[in-house]
């Protein structure tokens, strides 16, 4: 059973760095069959995706256009992990964030892999932004 | 970017009878369009993907349906635990992943 486990911390400082983990149980961050998400929720935005990062051979990502330049998704293998970091926050940044695995069907031809559905999520971690 | 618009915000229903939610996108999805349900204070749980196949360990009195731009998903016989808040998602144009803004149900 996969199991994601979220960590970090629940406040930060405006203009500082966002930084979250996601911990992987029972499935590979360098798995083929995967793409490993951040994704947040607020009262305003609703359930925002913020980016993705994945293997092939090598290591790929993908971002949200609002938060490119400010977003960095992070795999760490030896750990089985993966992590977000946003710069430069400010309050509107404050939001639950949460990790999920998406499912992925690959491709033979490099670029058409099938990225589908969020089929398990971390448990959700609450950030303020707030001085 | 493909924009998903759930109707009605909030739906009152009472427990035993049928809840039909909508989800419409703005451009055809084909049937790349998974539902989630959310209780307060959890994360989404996946119910249905490709509109109409259900996630493992989900209850039959959930279904789903449509193509291209319109789909449904339907609870049959509504339970207590069911009432909860509910989002469709497209997977059909990447990136971004977009949601719709959820639909809430909740006890008549």
């Known amino acids: 059973q996969v199991q994601l486990q979220q960590s970090g911390p629940g406040l930060v400082k405006p203009s500082q760095t966002l930084s979250l983990t996601c911990a992987i149980s029972?499935?590979?961050?360098?798995?083929?069959?995967?793409?490993w998400n951040w994704i947040r929720q607020s009262p305003s935005r609703g359930l925002e995706w913020l980016g993705r990062?994945?293997?092939?051979?090598?290591?790929?990502?993908d971002y949200a256009v609002p938060v490119q330049g400010r977003i960095t998704i992070s795999p760490d293998t030896p750990n089985n992990q993966f992590s977000l970091q946003l710069n430069s926050v400010t309050p509107e940044d404050t939001a639950v964030y949460y990790c999920?695995?998406?499912?992925?069907?690959?491709?033979?031809?490099?670029?058409?892999?099938?990225?589908?559905?969020?089929?398990?999520w971390g448990k959700g971690t609450t950030v303020t932004v707030s001085s | 970017e493909i924009v998903m618009t759930q109707s009605p915000v909030t739906l009152s229903v009472s427990p035993g009878e049928r809840a039909t939610l909508s989800c419409r996108a703005s451009?055809?999805?084909?049937?790349?369009l998974a539902w989630y349900q959310q209780k307060p204070g959890q994360a989404p749980r996946l119910l249905i993907y490709?509109?109409?196949t259900r996630a493992t360990g989900v209850p039959a009195r959930f279904s789903g349906s449509g193509s291209g731009t319109e789909f449904t998903l339907t609870i049959s016989s509504l339970q207590s635990g069911d009432f909860a808040v509910y989002y469709c998602?497209?997977?059909?144009?990447?990136?971004?992943?977009?949601f719709g803004q959820g639909t809430r149900l909740e006890i008549k």
């Open positions: 029972g499935d590979s961050v360098s798995s083929n069959n995967a793409a």
């Open positions: 451009q055809s999805i084909t049937s790349n």
């Open positions: 999920a695995r998406q499912v992925v069907v690959p491709s033979t031809i490099i670029g058409l892999d099938y990225f589908q559905y969020m089929d398990v």
């Open positions: 998602q497209q997977y059909d144009t990447w990136p971004p992943i977009t």
């Open positions: 490709d509109a109409s």
């Open positions: 990062t994945y293997y092939r051979s090598k290591w790929y990502n």
